[in-house]
């Protein structure tokens, strides 16, 4: 979560509250995602892709910290659009929702 405060703990606290608000379930398999997502959110795009056993997190900064918060271990991605982190952020935690809604959708 982003949380904007005139203190630093003021702006964690309320930073860890959206996240509890907004938290997910992301599906792994293999220390993977189970197929490929591309998302638009505004000017970001993200493309997630599962990634061999072996082959770690490749990704970009923002991308990078979202995907091994939520345990995936081996992962493919690129950012296209913006450079804003946040942007990237937000369009990161879109994709592995919608990740883990058609998941669901299959396997029942």
């Given at each position: 979560?982003?949380g904007?405060?005139?203190?630093?703990s003021s702006a964690?606290?309320k930073g860890a509250?959206?996240?509890r608000?907004?938290?997910?379930t992301?599906?792994?398999?293999?220390?993977t995602?189970?197929?490929?997502?591309d998302?638009?959110l505004?000017?970001a795009?993200?493309?997630?892709?599962?990634a061999?056993i072996?082959?770690?997190?490749?990704?970009?900064g923002?991308?990078?910290?979202?995907?091994?918060?939520?345990?995936i271990e081996?992962?493919s991605s690129?950012?296209l659009?913006?450079?804003?982190?946040a942007s990237?952020?937000y369009a990161t935690?879109?994709?592995?929702?919608?990740l883990?809604e058609r998941?669901a959708v299959?396997?029942?």
């Amino acid at each position: 979560g982003l949380g904007k405060a005139p203190d630093v703990s003021s702006a964690i606290r309320k930073g860890a509250s959206v996240a509890r608000k907004h938290f997910i379930t992301v599906p792994i398999v293999n220390t993977t995602i189970p197929f490929r997502v591309d998302v638009k959110l505004g000017a970001a795009k993200i493309m997630l892709k599962p990634a061999p056993i072996g082959s770690g997190v490749i990704a970009g900064g923002a991308v990078r910290n979202v995907v091994t918060a939520a345990g995936i271990e081996n992962i493919s991605s690129k950012v296209l659009g913006t450079n804003n982190q946040a942007s990237n952020v937000y369009a990161t935690i879109e994709a592995l929702r919608i990740l883990a809604e058609r998941f669901a959708v299959k396997n029942k």
